[in-house]
């Protein structure tokens, strides 16, 4: 008899150590975070070489 309360108590204490959910783990998305950049930079090398040759022609 203290055989099987041995057993069932090792079975019990066993099973609850691999108890585990059937749900999907939450895992979070990374956070991205992009520096803002001004759209002019892309102007203004045009912008000023026009002015460059505006003022060489000027001459």
Known sequence: MKKLVLAA?????????FAGSL?????????????ASSSSAGVLVPILILVLVAAALAD
Do not use: H, N
């Not at 749900?23 to 520096?35: G, H, K, L, R």
């Open 23 to 35: 749900a999907d783990p939450i895992i979070e998305a990374p956070v991205i975070v992009e520096e």
């Open 9 to 17: 108590a090792l079975t019990a204490a066993a099973s609850t150590a």
